[in-house]
């Protein structure tokens, strides 16, 4: 299984991005995806998570702004990030646990600017 997350970038206080993950390999039906942040000098902390059910949970840091969705192209997963905040600021990683197993993509950089 491989992960490849894409769509970080800068972005000034208030405004929006889109994360994509886009899984391959042997994918199984029953899954979750969830999307973790490092921000710099802390440790990695869970964003949003999405089970192959569709059922969604957030931290609290982000409920109201971030969306975690799966996407029409199979074994996709995005996270909308809005009324984004400089705290924001951190590395994005997804995240699929299938089968007991964890499996974690590279990560993709967000910079919000105050």
């Known amino acids: 299984v491989q992960l490849q997350a894409s769509g970080g970038g800068l972005v000034q206080a208030g405004g929006s991005l889109r994360l994509s993950c886009a899984a391959s390999?042997?994918?199984?039906?029953?899954?979750?995806v969830a999307w973790y942040r490092q921000p710099p000098g802390k440790q990695r902390e869970l964003v949003a998570i999405?089970?192959?059910?569709?059922?969604?949970n957030y931290a609290d840091s982000v409920k109201g702004r971030f969306t975690i969705s799966r996407g029409n192209a199979e074994n996709t997963v995005y996270l909308q990030m809005d009324s984004l905040k400089p705290e924001d600021t951190a590395v994005y990683y997804c995240?699929?646990?299938?089968?007991?197993?964890?499996?974690w993509g590279q990560g993709t950089l967000v910079t919000v600017s105050s």
């Open positions: 999405v089970s192959s059910a569709g059922n969604t």
């Open positions: 390999g042997t994918i199984s039906s029953i899954n979750a």
């Open positions: 995240n699929l646990k299938q089968r007991s197993r964890h499996y």
